[in-house]
């Protein structure tokens, strides 16, 4: 069982993928930014409440952390508020009760050794604050650093910790609060960065997980077993999706096969990202979980809570606005974030149906106005993970019609539809049994 049928995920990726480039570059201006100062929007509220007790463990990926390209004079992006965003995520798991934090892969933009030294810094203090912070390299990681200074940056970070490393990649095993992190190095990052004495020799780019590598992740899920303590594991690349199995930018090498290696062991959930949207995926009595970019719409990142006998995840919007209060910021972006990230939205959505429905001028004003706004809140719903919940309601907008009278014929109707057909509850959260 997945979100999405694996026909369509191709086709969905590089939809998300645009509408995230839309959001992430913005259109707002400074003035655009003093005018506005507004209410913030009414929060996203959880679909599913987290469970009482237990270990909470907060998820991020695709951070692309960079602080080179800061510049808020100009237009305004999510890309312009990316330190900030870092900042307000590491104070939303803290103050949603994480005690741990779980990177999975392309912390930084463009793996620069600046970049990473920078983000570490923020790790450090946020440590200090008390959240235990664990990461995994990502393919936009390394290149301009290798494996051993990846290795070296993040070594407070999960490496210096380690229960064991895995000699030939960056995956490494940890034993705390009763359960086991078994992080693993996905690699599909440049083959000059690969300089640890025993990785095997690789001619191509793309993901992998090298036999040597299989082999001692095995021996990790053995001492798992023998201790009698569950087992969380974590990569970059995916498993489950359909694209992830075929050469391209998402394959795994390998990726089957350490899946069936997860079934056979019981680990009940993989953590992901790379794709850099939210999805659930179950197949064969394993769940994979990916989580969103950052950057993305919402921004936001995935809760864990972890008692003996489950696992529950479910999605979390950054509260930037109260991060934004709390330190004092003047900004009326950040002070507003989703209200602000809701109007990129809805410029986005106007966009496209405007493009659409210049074909044979098939739309009036106002029914331009009335697909926009059916297109934008099946979007908010879509990454809300509500979608599955709010799919009647939606349907019965008098956008529905106008949105489907242009739209028939492009990807985006296509899509929509196949939005419908698939969506899914899992996306609002879910409760995975772990077996004793």
Not at 148 to 163: D, N
Not at 395 to 418: M, V
Not at 425 to 433: E, N, S, Y
Request: aromatic share 10%; charged share 20%; with cysteine.
């Amino acid at each position: 069982m997945s979100t999405f049928k694996p026909y369509f995920v191709t086709v969905l990726i590089g939809i998300l993928a645009a509408l995230i480039i839309f959001l992430s570059l913005g259109e707002a201006s400074q003035e655009d930014r003093k005018a506005s100062d507004s209410p913030a929007a009414t929060e996203v509220k959880q679909e599913i409440p987290m469970l009482p007790g237990g270990l909470k463990i907060a998820v991020g990926s695709d951070l692309h952390f960079d602080p080179d390209n800061t510049d808020k004079s100009k237009e305004l992006s999510a890309v312009v508020y990316n330190p900030e965003l870092v900042d307000a995520l590491l104070w939303d798991a803290r103050k949603e009760g994480a005690e741990i934090l779980l990177l999975t892969g392309d912390v930084v933009n463009g793996g620069k050794i600046h970049r990473h030294t920078a983000l570490a810094e923020k790790l450090q203090q946020a440590e200090k604050d008390g959240l235990a912070i664990y990461v995994l390299p990502g393919n936009h990681d390394l290149g301009p650093v290798t494996q051993t200074e990846f290795a070296e940056v993040y070594a407070p970070f999960g490496y210096e910790e380690a229960f064991s490393r895995d000699p030939t990649s960056l995956s490494y095993c940890v034993f705390r609060d009763d359960v086991m992190l078994l992080m693993m190095d996905t690699g599909g990052y440049t083959v000059s960065a690969i300089d640890l004495s025993g990785a095997p020799d690789r001619s191509a780019v793309y993901a992998f997980l090298s036999e040597k590598t299989l082999q001692w992740a095995e021996k990790m899920l053995r001492e798992a077993e023998t201790r009698k303590v569950p087992v969380l594991c974590a990569g970059h690349y995916n498993l489950l999706p359909a694209v992830s199995r075929e050469e391209g930018g998402f394959y795994l090498e390998n990726g089957t096969r350490f899946a069936e290696l997860l079934r056979k062991y019981s680990v009940p959930l993989y953590l992901s990202g790379h794709m850099h949207i939210r999805s659930v995926y179950q197949e064969n009595g394993l769940t994979e979980l990916l989580t969103e970019y950052l950057l993305s719409y919402p921004s936001g990142y995935s809760l864990l809570n972890l008692t003996g006998e489950s696992v529950q995840g479910i999605p979390r919007r950054i509260d930037v606005e109260g991060w934004a209060a709390e330190n004092g910021s003047d900004d009326p972006v950040l002070l507003h974030y989703s209200a602000w990230q809701q109007e990129e939205l809805k410029k986005y959505c106007r966009s496209a149906v405007e493009a659409m429905a210049q074909r044979d001028h098939v739309l009036k004003e106002n029914e331009i106005e009335l697909a926009a706004d059916f297109f934008y809140q099946t979007m908010d719903a879509f990454w809300a993970g509500t979608l599955s919940q709010q799919g009647e309601t939606l349907t019965a907008l008098p956008g529905y019609k106008e949105f489907f009278h242009c739209a028939d014929g492009f990807t985006f109707g296509r899509w929509i539809r196949e939005m419908f057909e698939s969506a899914s509850p899992l996306m609002a959260g879910f409760t995975l049994q772990i077996s004793s």
